[in-house]
């Protein structure tokens, strides 16, 4: 508990944001079960209760259609005191992209008290959707039907590649975003990097159109997620990017929009868990962070630690008989595994929980929990056995070595993705960790009782108490072995990929150095890597007879 307790601390995330509003969040109604990618859209109803919830937040927010149900929006906004920055959604069909432009002159002419600014279309260059001309065409279109100020909204990158866009529009919209950046910021130096970027927009459109207007169109951190470089998703980091930027923003006379305002379920089916977990809500509405004082990592965690300790009193119930067996020092080491084991599980299941926004995942979410319970139930038995120095079972040894290939197997398979597309793949850290501790687990108690260390306590038949040893273990070591020199050269690769990156360090042998830095100095990474390793160790080992201990 105490590791709870130190862990969960409330942290100091920077200086109050003033009255605690914000000057924009980036507001897209969907909830679990509505997907833009489904044409599953939301409903008026859904928007009022956002909207609501967000009158005391935010001064405006903006949006990124002007169809797919967003109709309501600026007769709602004005209903709770919103204004709006209106955008159209651009793409690849030419018959959409007229409607949503005739949509957004429409809106933007019969709402000029709600709707201030308008946005047409939002990273369609960076996705590729559209050529640049083709998207002055429509910036054209909509300035000249509207009398609000115009603008395209895109990575900040996109206007130094096409600085004519510069002159097209009636201010400069530009997503930073530390995080994705191709060369990853970490938080404590992302308010740096933001005066960085805004600078040198700035610098770039001085000689086109002097003092023309930027807003930060998108800035924001995921509170969940995997790490890329030494960016580090989570609430306290998110608390703290933002308040920060808040700062700076105010500092420098900087206009500003966070995205976002609440998590999108349906985004983790492109981006993953972090795609989405970048919002001030849940997708259930609930505050993920507050802009005003302390912040804590995990506001729940006394409702966890107490269910872990719940769990923890039904193993020591189920052992209590067999624990007066053992020796008082015996009996604690025990108790203690019982309790890492609980609290392992019980943190595996409330984050793969939080973390699945559909039927298929939290399918997934209970498979991978009862394995893990399944496993953890056997290892405790092991443990026991090893403590209490009962003879092997072959029964348990069968168990647990089919629990082993088994995670084994979906290791390798979720090491292959990692490896080739991880972009947006997070880390099993939490669905692995407790096979991983059964490995070290079985090899301490086996040291404990041999009273020395050597290779025969790494040995399977050793840690599981039988000799079940496969001709193909070695060649399973090999793969997981391989499988940590194919994760640091896909992560350092996707690094070298990048087109910002290649721009920064052209060539392999001035790059390479920058991306084998990011990779290796990426936390997740490593102790994925590490597990990969542990779980290896067992099928390392030459195998003798049969175990008796």
Known sequence: ???????????????????????????????????PLEEVFPLA???????RLLADKTWSIRTYSSLGGLEPSPALARKYGLKMIQGCWLGYVSKDNHKEVE??????NTNPDVVTRVIVGNEVLLRGEMDVDKLIGYIREVKRAVKQPVSYADVWSMYMKYPKLIQEVDFITIHILPYWEDEPVAVANAGEHLEKVVKQVEDEARGIAPGKPILIGESGWPSAGRQRGLAVPGVVNAAKFNRDMIQVANRHHFDYNIVEAFNQPWKSHLEGVVGANWGLFSADREPVFPLTGPVNENPHWQLHFLESSLLWLLIVAAYAKKLRELSVFRSILFLALSQIFSVCLVTLANFLWYTSYNQWQRSYMLFIACANALLGAQLLQRSYALLAKIPGSQALAERLRGLYLLFIVLALYKNYGLAMHGRYLSFPIEQFSIPVLGVFTLIGLSTLNERRFG???????????????GHRDRLIAYALSFGIIAMILGETKAFMDGSDFIQAHPGVSAGLPFALTYTLENQQLVVWLGYLLSLSLPLWSKYGEKART
């Open 1 to 35: 508990m105490s590791l709870d307790w130190f862990n969960n601390q409330p942290q100091q995330a920077g200086i109050d944001v003033p009255t605690g509003k914000l000057t924009s969040l980036s507001f897209s109604p969907f909830r679990e079960g509505y997907s």
């Open 45 to 51: 109803e859904h928007i009022e209760e956002d909207m």
């Open 103 to 108: 949509a957004l002159i429409k809106s933007a």
């Open 455 to 469: 290779l025969s306590t790494l040995r399977s038949d050793v840690l599981i108490g039988w000799n079940l040893h």
